[in-house]
């Protein structure tokens, strides 16, 4: 494309240079959105409810939930046990709660065990039960027999 004349009269063709290499990088990764699901005020439920995102619930719900965030609204009957990252109760809850951060707001009424890292009762929330450090609730309960091997041994 491009000539390099010398003195001569003969051109030759002028040495191309190459860019440096650069190396491909592989297109970053967006992260899956996170799922928001919602149990309307018109559903009960029995039975457990597992995601991997956040659930709202403002129906009734008899069963075991796992998910990231748990938000329970106002009006809902809650009787289960819930494991999930934060979970924030606004209505009525009877069982189990394991997450790192706990809040019981002002319209809250709590009967159950609490396992927390952070929690946070507003004023007017109502709770009767226990609160314990969420580490406690990944410990194996003593009272229940531990298999070893085929055997059955009780500590």
């Known amino acids: 494309m491009f000539f390099k004349k010398h003195n001569s009269d003969t051109a030759e063709p002028a040495q191309q240079q190459s860019a440096p290499a650069v190396p491909l990088q592989p297109p970053a990764v967006k992260a899956a959105p996170v799922q928001h699901s919602v149990i309307g005020p018109d559903l009960k439920i029995t039975g457990d409810l597992v995601s991997s995102g956040d659930i709202?619930?403002?129906?009734?719900?008899?069963?075991?939930?796992?998910?990231?965030?748990?938000?329970?609204?106002?009006?809902?009957?809650?009787?289960?046990?819930?494991?999930?990252?934060?979970?924030?109760?606004?209505?009525?809850?009877?069982?189990?709660?394991?997450?790192?951060?706990?809040?019981?707001?002002?319209?809250?009424?709590?009967?159950g065990k609490i396992y927390q890292e952070r929690l946070e009762i507003e004023l007017g929330a109502q709770?009767?039960?226990?609160?314990?450090?969420?580490?406690?609730?990944?410990?194996?309960?003593?009272?229940?027999?531990?298999?070893?091997?085929?055997?059955?041994?009780?500590?």
């Open 56 to 111: 709202r619930v403002d129906g009734a719900v008899s069963g075991n939930i796992t998910c990231r965030t748990l938000e329970l609204g106002k009006a809902p009957v809650l009787e289960s046990k819930v494991k999930a990252e934060t979970v924030r109760i606004c209505g009525v809850f009877s069982g189990e709660v394991e997450a790192k951060s706990v809040v019981l707001s002002k319209s809250a009424r709590v009967d």
């Open 127 to 155: 709770f009767e039960g226990e609160v314990r450090p969420l580490a406690e609730a990944r410990k194996p309960n003593k009272a229940e027999p531990e298999q070893t091997q085929g055997l059955v041994r009780v500590v």
